[in-house]
């Protein structure tokens, strides 16, 4: 049964490379069936139109390709596919890297709006504490439980859209379409691994339709997939040290970059619908999905390490003095006073033996961790979606929606083989510090009406209402990894060293509710002439209302050519969670491993360094482009200008006085007196992105065989018009400036053949600014920033229809193995070693682990 439009917006996309371009048939007017089935569910709320006329920039993912693409991660898919769309690896970026943070035209991760067919998607309860500088504290959905298997179409919107679907929608709109066939289905085993020899990935996916009723279906897709860690390190320089000096206590590698072990990753996606008769359905659709995740953290020196090694230099004679505690509770000044570390291995001593190592009454963890340690983070995440409604027609003129949803995310950390330093020799070395839930629910009421006033079609006027309610609860961790232990007074940090686990004192759930009214507006004003408005108020019961407006136009100049453009306003609201969350994180400060305690910026402390009660981002868009079809060629170029202001982000670290922790320690937050710095979530810079998109198709038959190509552009800048320095920092401004190459481009060839299938894509990433951890040359050193170079990788699949049923295919991604920019460790610093670790830049557009290949095999029935 196929209803008419009744859902928030109805416009053609166009694929890119995987089939050509349809368009309506000029004699009827129609729209023909196989381009209906093409129809994205975003952009406008008109009745389903051809490429050719769509207003909004949309890009439309079909199943053929994303199976062509080679990943099982929808992120790096979507990276793939869309040029403006940029994925980062995040080593050793805590939460960041349970739950990757992405980035359309250049903004944060929850500037763009998720939808699933059409509806709003749930947040992840992960805030990106370490994002990179562009996603800096941002919260977005977790876009990665998505498997391509349960998948119709994934539609990209490039265009702002917060007066038609609310808050996040400032960079745009991505709309995953779920798979609805009523029979058949496929099963798919993939393995793949790195040509490092790491990285093993295992998947099992599988689709399958089935009826619900005669007149209904149940749809169901699951995705099953392990993949091991990579390492691109080497060791670092103070860890050779160690070595050197004699400690074989020490690990060959102590500190690791690369990709996160992931295991059990398990998801499942239902679709179901139901023909209720009289134009009328019931639908209903939703996930559960989990994994386990555990990544690398930074090496912990058995001389330098504050809280667990080390006091500094505590007798100011130059000299780091090792932590000892009297674990008779006398405290420092005894026989366990400090020992001044003045080799390169404190172990060999003769102090440290005398006073430490054969004295009973005396503890250092060099006794029981001589060679220092680096703790893994991880944690195990759980997400889950459900929504239900009915939708049909009162009559031929008049539709309605009416649904509800509720989605829910738990991300619940653990922290491997740490230490509570202030628990001394009992500490354990695992710890569970805490979770966080993300729990938002949904009603949505959409009405269409077509009403007949003269014009070239009949006037479409489309209203509706939205309520939101949404809550972020943080749970207290286990009573190990926050107590403050027996030798916290004898200098030792509290908590599991890390990242110490939430107190009872600071959990709590936080939640607010907004509703909504829009007011669409189409019209056809001639046979050439389309106009679109759309204003829609909200009010939010944590900050107050806010309305917005966009105006859409297309023009057809001829049958073959057509301009379009859009000028809206939008907003971002910032989340319950960057309004609320207090936590402590560890970073690198001038080379240094400090703690750092993020404040709700409403915090005495977070007030009295500049912060202020979060307002919503406000943004203005403008976009024109054109489109051009020719023949078996399509053309479409859009410009954007993109203007947003009081953008909420995570502030520089900021240095804490000792007046300051006074008033942390009275508001309950742990580990103070190890804590050096602190930041809050502001309002406090402004920005202008711009850029175009060129998307290019062309289909002929070609080498005795179907082919298709496709071309796609994007040039992408981002500027920082205003900001506080003291606040948001010259660093963090050249890295949202200049972090992301300014140019990128896929170029695809997909060919077919009877027996064989094969699909080739190029991708061309710009320069980059190049940056790794706080390095020497980075944008906190205005001047000295580095270019990374462009670089071209190929990704290539080649299938084999062994039989009608079955496929089998071998690729590879990045096939020649290109590594991004080397850290040129000697140039930046006179010395061949790494002090990090790490071989490549963080900031690489393409990653650093090189080329993976795999073999699949996939059976339709």
Same mark, same amino acid.
């Given at each position: ?104 035209? %250049? @903004? ?8 699933? =067919? ?15 500088? +562009? ?121 690791? *970059? ?14 179901? %619908? @139901? ?47 090792? @932590? ?16 001044? +570390? ?11 033996? =005398?006073? $430490? ?20 983070? %991880? ?62 629910? &949904?009603?949505?009421?959409? @009405? ?44 030792? /940090? ?61 023009? #057809? ?29 560890? =970073? ?39 489109? *051009? ?61 711009? /850029? ?29 018009? #205003? ?18 190459? =300014? ?9 077919? *053949? ?7 894509? $190029? ?19 205005? /001047? ?7 670089? $071209? ?52 557009? &393409? ?15």
């Amino acid at each position: 049964m196929k209803f008419r439009t009744t859902t928030l917006a109805l416009a053609v996309g166009v694929a890119l490379g995987t089939a050509p371009s349809y368009a309506a048939d000029s004699n009827s007017g129609q729209v023909k069936e196989e381009a209906v089935e093409r129809i994205a569910v975003v952009g406008s709320r008109g009745a389903p139109r051809s490429v050719d006329d769509s207003p909004v920039p949309i890009d439309l993912i079909g199943a053929e390709e994303l199976e062509k693409s080679g990943n099982t991660d929808m992120l790096e898919l979507l990276k793939g596919t869309v040029p403006s769309f940029n994925v980062h690896t995040n080593p050793i970026s805590d939460a960041a890297s349970l739950v990757k943070p992405a980035n359309l035209r %250049g @903004l944060s991760s929850d500037s763009t709006l998720i939808l699933v =067919n059409g509806k709003r998607r749930h947040r992840a309860s992960v805030i990106a504490l370490l994002g990179g500088g +562009i996603n800096d504290g941002a919260q977005g959905p977790d876009i990665s439980v998505i498997p391509s298997s349960a998948l119709k179409q994934v539609e990209v919107l490039r265009d702002g859209a917060a007066a038609q679907y609310g808050s996040d929608a400032i960079a745009g709109v991505m709309n995953f379409v779920l798979k609805d066939d009523a029979e058949g289905g496929s099963f798919t085993v993939r393995h793949g691994s790195y040509y490092e020899g790491d990285g093993d990935t295992t998947e099992f996916s599988g689709n399958i339709g089935m009826p619900l009723t005669p007149d209904g279906f149940a749809n169901i897709s699951f995705q099953y997939k392990n993949s091991d860690a990579t390492s691109r390190s080497q060791q670092r320089s103070d860890a050779q040290g160690l070595i050197d000096g004699g400690n074989t206590a020490v690990s060959p590698l102590t500190q690791v *970059w690369g990709s996160p072990e992931i295991n059990d990753d398990i998801t499942i996606f239902g679709n179901f %619908g @139901l023909d209720l008769g009289n134009d009328r359905e019931a639908y209903m659709f939703g996930n559960f999905s989990e994994r386990d995740v555990r990544g690398g953290f930074y090496y912990r020196n058995p001389h330098t390490r504050g809280g667990v090694y080390s006091n500094g230099d505590t007798d100011d004679d130059g000299v780091s003095n090792l @932590l000892i505690a009297d674990l008779d509770g006398i405290g420092v000044g005894g026989e366990c006073s400090p020992v001044n +570390i003045t080799t390169g291995n404190v172990l060999t001593q003769d102090d440290y033996i =005398n006073n $430490v190592a054969n004295n009973d009454n005396c503890f250092a963890f060099n006794e029981i961790l001589p060679g220092g340690f680096t703790p893994n983070f %991880g944690g195990n995440i759980v997400d889950t979606g459900l929504t239900m409604g009915t939708r049909g027609q009162i009559d031929d003129t008049f539709s309605y929606d009416v649904s509800g949803s509720v989605g829910r995310n738990e991300s619940s950390y653990i922290i491997f083989d740490t230490v509570n330093g202030s628990l001394g020799p009992d500490t354990p070395r695992d710890f569970a510090p805490g979770k966080h839930i993300q729990l938002e629910k &949904f009603f949505n009421i959409d @009405l269409v009406k077509e009403i007949e006033v003269g014009l070239e079609a009949p006037l479409v006027i489309a209203g509706g209402y939205e309520y939101h309610s949404e809550s972020f609860e943080v749970i207290a961790g286990e009573e190990a990894s926050f107590i403050a232990g027996p030798y916290t007074d004898q200098g030792f /940090g509290i908590g599991s060293n890390g990242f110490p686990g939430f107190k009872p004192s600071a959990a709590g759930k936080f939640s607010r509710q907004n509703y909504a009214f829009y007011v669409d507006v189409e019209a056809q004003f001639t046979e050439d002439f389309l106009m679109g408005y759309a204003i829609r108020y909200e009010d939010y019961s944590s900050f107050g209302d806010t309305t917005n407006f966009k105006v859409t136009a297309q023009y #057809d100049v001829t049958d073959d050519f057509s301009l379009r453009g859009s000028v809206s306003t939008g907003f971002r609201a910032p989340t319950v969670g960057q309004a609320n969350y207090a936590n402590v994180q560890t =970073n690198l400060d001038g080379g240094v491993l400090v703690d750092s305690a993020l404040l709700p910026p409403t915090n005495a402390v977070a007030v009295q360094l500049g912060a202020n009660e979060l307002t919503p981002e406000e943004s203005e868009s403008m976009a024109f482009g054109a489109v *051009w079809s020719l023949d078996d060629f399509h053309f479409t170029l859009d410009y954007y200008h993109i203007e947003v202001t009081d953008r909420v982000s995570q502030s520089a670290k900021l240095d804490l006085s000792a007046e300051d922790k006074a008033i942390l320690k009275a508001d309950g937050v742990p580990n103070v007196d190890s804590i050096q710095q602190v930041s809050f979530f502001t309002n406090d810079f402004d920005t202008t992105t711009e /850029g175009f998109d060129f998307v290019a198709n062309y289909s002929t038959a070609l080498l005795s065989g179907d082919t298709t190509f496709s071309l796609a552009y994007n040039y992408n800048k981002t500027t920082v018009d #205003d900001y506080t320095p003291e606040i948001t920092g010259v660093g963090k401004v050249s890295r949202l400036e200049n972090d992301l190459p =300014n140019h990128r481009g896929t170029f695809t060839w997909a060919q077919n *053949w009877d027996d064989f299938s094969m699909f080739t894509r $190029v991708n061309y990433y710009g320069e980059y600014q190049g940056v790794h951890v706080d390095w020497i040359g980075t944008p906190d050193e205005p /001047g000295t920033e580095i270019n990374a170079d462009a670089e $071209v990788t190929v990704d290539i699949e080649v299938t084999y229809h062994a039989m009608e049923d079955l496929k089998i295919s071998v690729g590879a991604q990045n096939i020649f193995d290109e590594y991004p920019s080397r850290l040129d460790f000697k140039e930046q610093t006179g010395s061949d070693n790494n002090r990090w670790g790490g071989q490549y830049y963080e900031t690489s557009p &393409f990653g650093f682990n090189g080329g993976f290949y795999y073999l699949k095999a996939t059976y339709s029935f």
